[in-house]
């Protein structure tokens, strides 16, 4: 399956971004969000089963992140609010048959899209 991630831009602090990711053929059990801030390594945002269940996100990104997923569209959604300078980040999607326990780290996911880049700054 072949991911295209799109929706990043500038965005000034406390602003609000919504990205997109469409799979070109089927999500697998998980679709993941993680991004990748300059000098760091890729870390886990959140994920969505694609057949419905829970959602869980990354603590540091917990109350200000929604992920959701339209099936007619064959997208996923990450929805960033309160943003800020330090979620500057090419944030990538993902999808993966992954167990519970491994859906925070990135060797769950076998398909990776190319990412879009998120920049917070005034």
């Known amino acids: 399956v072949q991911l295209q991630a799109s929706g990043g831009g500038l965005v000034q602090p406390g602003g609000s971004l919504r990205l997109s990711c469409v799979a070109s053929?089927?999500?697998?059990?998980?679709v993941g969000w993680f991004r990748q801030a300059p000098g760091k390594e890729r870390e886990f945002v959140g994920t969505i089963p694609w057949n419905g269940g829970n959602t869980y996100y990354a603590d540091s990104v917990k109350g200000r992140v929604t992920i959701s997923r339209d099936k007619s569209k064959n997208t996923v959604y990450l929805q960033l609010t309160s943003m800020k300078p330090e979620d500057t980040a090419v944030y990538y999607c993902?999808?993966?048959?992954?167990?519970?326990?491994?859906?925070?780290?990135?060797?769950?996911?076998?398909?990776w899209g190319q990412g879009t880049l998120v920049t917070v700054s005034s």
């Open positions: 993902a999808t993966g048959n992954a167990i519970l326990s491994t859906i925070r780290t990135t060797r769950a996911y076998t398909s």
């Open positions: 053929g089927s999500f697998n059990r998980y």
